[in-house]
Each structure stands twice: as C-alpha cells, then as structure tokens.
C-alpha cells in the first residue's frame, strides 16, 4: 500500500484515512461494498479485511502534507473487531496527535473506548453512529457492529471522560425515534442525519421484515421533526 492520507470532501474534515479494507461490521446498507477498494478485493462483505499492515511507515512519510482536520475513517470503520488485533488505528492516532493533528472519529463501536487515554485530547472529537433504538433491526443491518445499548453507553462515557462527542444517525433504519431521542438527548447535545443513500441495497431485507415503509422520504423527515423536540436540528 503506497497511498493512506486521501483528501475529502466530507465537510467535517480535510483529510481521510481508511487503516483497513472491508469492515467486520458487514453493515447491509453500506456503500463501501460496491464503492471503493473493497469492490476490487473479490472479498465478501463482513468477512473479509484487509490489513494495511504498512500504514504506519506510510503514514508518518505522507502526514507532513496533511494540514487540516483527519478522519477515520470513511470507508471502513477505524474501529471494527480487527482493530483489537492489529491497533493500526490507534497507532496511527497517536502520531497524528504527536505532530499536532486534529483528528475526527467516526465508528459505531464501542472498542473506541479502548482509547480513551489518547482520546482525551482537545485535537480530538468523536461521532459515535447510532441508527436505531432496536438492537433486533442491528441485528439484521449490522450484525458484526457493537449493539445499541453498547454504544449509548460508549458515548455516555466519551462524555464523562471529556470528550468532544456527538451521534449520527445515518442511515435512519427503523426506530422509535421518541425512544431514541429521549435516551440520547441525556448525554449529547449534537446529532446529525443522513437518508439511506442506496435503498436499492436492502429493499429485500426492508420487505421481507415488514420494514418497507423506512425507505420513503417522509418517513426520514417524520423522524427529524420527533428529534426536533429534543435538539436543534439543521
């Protein structure tokens, strides 16, 4: 691997680093399975991952250039179950830290927590993606993931522990956005949103649980309005 540091247009950053290929989290609704890397692999989504195993040498040689805020990650998520084995994405924080980086993460596991020590960092914020209040729709959609009430609980902690940490709800699966809302409301005051970008993925899924009616725009913008209660929404 020749290249890690990517420029992005993802507005919370400049810069973005994927410390794998794949993701353990297997999420059905993901792009990344037919977009990117991955789709070059001849992998099957969930199961396979490929290790950056020279990110760190790479890293330190391109990071120079990298003037601005980092994510990790965009298309793999910095914190899926290889990541326990390997620790690339820690490794690659703590340099980015060493040389005064600003760094954003984004993952819906709860192994982040792992890192609290360099995570308590003013460089530092952290999105925690939450989805749904119903770890049986996780289940589904993304069975490799931390479940729900793992992550609420990650990002209660991030909170207690200093953190800058918001949620994001994207996709929007099938909720009790009252529900979700309320518990949410309790640790974050930042949450954002996103559609389900590429329906077309799970419409199988959707129909075969009863689900369909998610994938319409309204019912997105219903859940919107029920946040609206709880946060200020854009």
């Known amino acids: 691997m020749r290249k890690l540091i990517s420029q992005t247009k993802i507005p919370i950053a400049r810069y973005v680093v994927n410390p794998y290929i794949g993701c353990g989290h297997g999420c059905k609704y993901c792009y990344a399975q037919f977009i990117g890397p991955f789709k070059n692999m001849n992998g099957i989504w969930g199961r396979d991952v490929y290790v950056k195993l020279n990110a760190v040498e790479v890293f330190e040689r391109e990071l120079y250039r990298a003037r601005g805020t980092i994510l990790f990650s965009s298309v793999c998520d910095p914190y899926q179950p290889v990541e326990r084995k390997y620790q690339i994405t820690r490794k690659l924080l703590e340099i980015a830290l060493n040389h005064y980086r600003t760094v954003h993460v984004l993952t819906k596991s709860s192994l982040v927590l792992r890192d609290l020590d360099i995570l308590k960092n003013k460089a530092v914020s952290v999105t925690i993606t939450i989805t749904t209040d119903d770890d049986r729709v996780r289940k589904v959609l993304e069975p490799g993931a931390s479940s729900i009430e793992e992550r609420i609980e990650t990002v209660k902690k ?67 309005e029920v946040f609206r209660k709880f946060f200020d929404v854009e």
């Open 158 to 224: 991030l909170k207690e522990a200093g953190v800058d940490v918001s949620v994001f709800a994207g996709p929007i699966l099938p909720m009790n956005p009252e529900k979700l809302a309320g518990k949410l409301a309790k640790f974050v005051d930042k949450i954002s949103f996103d559609r389900m970008n590429y329906p077309w993925f799970v419409e199988q899924i959707y129909r075969k649980y009863g689900w369909s009616e998610w994938l319409i725009e309204d019912k997105v913008s219903e859940v919107v």
